[in-house]
């Protein structure tokens, strides 16, 4: 399929940068059962109003801090619970000039010769809504709101969303994968596929899809949101080459197998004490 | 599931004609069609607008001075005023989803093979460059046939009960007289044109 047309040039601006504001909302559990000290995890956890009628938007400045887009609103966090520990959260994207195919990523291409896919303008269907609920379940032992729900209103996203939708010549869809489409980048939103046919790889077969149909628009990204270390439902995403993992602080991306991403995988989230005498925060 | 996705019949053997004429066929093809692009309501053919033109300015010279900025414009331009012989019609959530969860929905590679079944990208259709203005203006759609619209049809059926009778009927009607002008037009495709 021919690449669609960018509408805009290739340039994006960097929008203001707003400093990452930290709060000190989660109190550290096993801190204060050991020493019955209020300590406190300060994590990020930003929203901010985003007009999706801007024409000077640009969906991949914000991406590239960390955001996400929803209809009126961007998101940005640093932090989740995974088994009631809090984990940090790192935006990941990749460079698509670099990705290169290894040997086993060649084979899940070669295994999948069998399926077609298309890249077309996002629509929600019965089919998908199933898959949807059937991956997440068997996934994460949980449903999800269905992707009708959440999509409604697709024509007032700030970024155009495509699907990367796989076909079985028999089962029909077994897969997709969500994206949204900027001037120079695109931003996974959503994947699933069909659980009962894991020697096929479907996961890393789509990331692949959306990886190519990136590289053929001359994008120089490609975003999947969050890697979280200690899950493994998230950190798959450091299996691919090119990849590059925001560092908060600095608000830069770091090369995933460098040493500052181990630094900063390593590194303990910042604390402030409560002192229950002042009433305030200690200094 | 707001998205106004809509169908229109689509005239593919005169679009792909008007892709692959060179300028002074398309030059005859426009004179001879003059008087219907002037009567049109709401066309893009601005270069045979008579009512904003210069008496002493001819269609030739007019057409030229479109062709000659942008010949990808013009045809697109054609193309829009002349390959949809109906007005367009919003397909409801449920007969869209029969066409789309279907396999057929997948675009064959080359416009030139049998279709294979398969429903054609404008994108592949098209041969616009990139830049093109008419790039822009183009709503990317996917040229559909018979079958296609049978596959609507059904899906529409299935989910009887899930849509007003009032509405059912409207969408079944417009349906099964796409399905009927199909049959009796060979040349006649049915174009999904995706919202914006």
């Given at each position: 399929?021919k690449?669609?047309?960018?509408?805009?040039?290739?340039?994006?601006?960097?929008?203001?940068?707003?400093?990452?504001?930290?709060?000190?909302d989660?109190?550290?559990?096993?801190?204060?059962?050991?020493?019955?000290?209020?300590?406190?995890?300060?994590?990020?956890?930003?929203?901010?109003?985003?007009?999706?009628?801007?024409?000077?938007?640009?969906?991949?400045?914000?991406?590239?801090?960390?955001?996400?887009?929803?209809?009126y609103?961007?998101?940005?966090?640093?932090f989740?619970?995974?088994?009631?520990?809090?984990?940090?959260?790192?935006?990941?994207?990749?460079?698509?000039?670099?990705?290169?195919?290894?040997?086993?990523?060649?084979r899940?291409?070669?295994?999948?010769?069998?399926?077609?896919?298309?890249?077309?303008?996002?629509?929600?269907?019965?089919?998908?809504?199933?898959?949807?609920?059937?991956?997440?379940y068997?996934?994460?032992?949980?449903?999800?709101?269905?992707?009708?729900?959440?999509?409604?209103?697709?024509?007032h996203?700030?970024?155009?969303?495509y699907?990367?939708?796989?076909?079985?010549?028999?089962?029909?869809?077994?897969?997709?994968?969500?994206?949204?489409?900027?001037?120079?980048?695109?931003?996974?939103?959503?994947?699933?596929?069909t659980?009962?046919?894991?020697?096929?790889?479907?996961?890393?077969?789509t990331?692949?899809?959306?990886?190519?149909?990136?590289?053929?628009?001359?994008?120089?990204?490609?975003?999947?949101?969050?890697?979280?270390?200690?899950?493994?439902?998230?950190?798959?995403?450091?299996?691919?080459?090119?990849?590059?993992?925001?560092?908060?602080?600095?608000?830069?991306?770091?090369?995933?197998?460098?040493?500052?991403?181990?630094?900063?995988?390593?590194?303990?989230?910042?604390?402030?004490?409560?002192?229950?005498?002042?009433?305030?925060?200690?200094? | 599931?707001?998205?106004?996705?809509?169908?229109?019949?689509?005239?593919?053997?005169?679009?792909?004609?008007?892709?692959?004429?060179?300028?002074?066929?398309?030059?005859?093809?426009v004179?001879?069609?003059?008087?219907?692009?002037?009567?049109?309501?709401?066309?893009?053919?601005?270069?045979?607008?008579?009512n904003?033109?210069?008496?002493?300015?001819?269609?030739?010279?007019?057409?030229?001075?479109?062709?000659?900025?942008?010949?990808?414009?013009?045809?697109?331009?054609?193309?829009?005023?002349?390959?949809?012989?109906?007005?367009?019609?919003?397909?409801?959530?449920?007969?869209?989803?029969?066409?789309?969860?279907?396999?057929?929905?997948?675009?064959?590679?080359?416009?030139?093979?049998?279709?294979?079944?398969?429903?054609?990208?404008?994108?592949?259709?098209?041969?616009?460059?990139?830049?093109?203005?008419?790039?822009?203006?183009?709503?990317?759609?996917?040229?559909?046939?018979?079958?296609?619209?049978?596959?609507?049809?059904?899906?529409?059926?299935?989910?009887?009960?899930?849509?007003?009778?009032?509405?059912?009927?409207?969408?079944?009607?417009?349906?099964?007289?796409?399905?009927?002008t199909?049959?009796?037009?060979?040349?006649?495709?049915?174009?999904?044109?995706?919202d914006?």
């Open positions: 399929m690449p669609e047309r960018r509408e805009f040039g290739n340039t994006v601006n960097p929008r203001v940068t707003l400093a990452p504001q930290y709060s000190a989660h109190l550290d559990e096993d801190h204060f059962n050991k020493t019955g000290e209020f300590l406190y995890i300060e994590t990020i956890d930003q929203e901010e109003m985003v007009d999706p009628f801007d024409e000077g938007l640009a969906p991949e400045a914000y991406w590239a801090e960390g955001w996400n887009l929803g209809y609103m961007g998101y940005r966090s640093d989740c619970w995974h088994i009631d520990v809090p984990c940090k959260m790192f935006p990941t994207r990749y460079r698509v000039a670099d990705f290169e195919l290894s040997r086993s990523f060649r899940v291409l070669k295994l999948n010769a069998d399926l077609q896919c298309v890249v077309r303008p996002f629509r929600v269907t019965p089919a998908k809504d199933a898959l949807d609920q059937l991956h997440c068997s996934r994460f032992q949980k449903l999800k709101p269905l992707l009708s729900k959440i999509y409604t209103n697709l024509r996203r700030c970024a155009p969303i699907e990367v939708t796989v076909f079985h010549p028999v089962r029909g869809i077994i897969a997709f994968t969500l994206i949204e489409i900027g001037h120079n980048a695109s931003y996974a939103v959503r994947t699933a596929w659980p009962d046919e894991k020697p096929r790889s479907l996961g890393t077969f990331f692949l899809k959306a990886v190519e149909y990136a590289r053929s628009l001359g994008f120089e990204h490609h975003y999947v949101g969050p890697t979280i270390l200690a899950d493994p439902a998230f950190s798959y995403k450091l299996r691919f080459p090119a990849c590059e993992l925001y560092e908060w602080e600095a608000n830069e991306w770091v090369a995933s197998d460098s040493e500052r991403a181990n630094a900063m995988f390593v590194a303990p989230f910042r604390h402030r004490r409560w002192d229950p005498e002042t009433n305030d925060w200690a200094e | 599931m707001n998205e106004k996705d809509t169908l229109r019949l689509f005239d593919l053997a005169l679009a792909r004609e008007i892709i692959r004429m060179d300028r002074d066929e398309l030059l005859r093809f004179e001879s069609r003059e008087e219907q692009l002037r009567g049109m309501p709401g066309k893009r053919s601005v270069f045979v607008f008579s904003d033109r210069v008496s002493t300015r001819t269609t030739a010279m007019v057409f030229d001075e479109f062709f000659k900025e942008d010949p990808a414009e013009v045809r697109q331009m054609l193309i829009h005023d002349l390959c949809y012989p109906n007005e367009p019609f919003e397909i409801n959530y449920y007969a869209r989803c029969g066409y789309l969860d279907h396999l057929s929905s997948i675009h064959v590679n080359s416009v030139d093979e049998p279709t294979n079944g398969g429903a054609i990208s404008s994108r592949d259709l098209l041969p616009w460059p990139e830049d093109s203005e008419a790039c822009y203006w183009t709503r990317r759609f996917d040229v559909l046939d018979r079958d296609h619209i049978g596959l609507m049809s059904e899906a529409l059926r299935k989910n009887r009960e899930k849509v007003t009778t009032e509405e059912y009927t409207k969408q079944l009607l417009t349906l099964r007289s796409m399905e009927k199909l049959d009796l037009e060979p040349n006649l495709r049915v174009a999904y044109i995706y914006r």
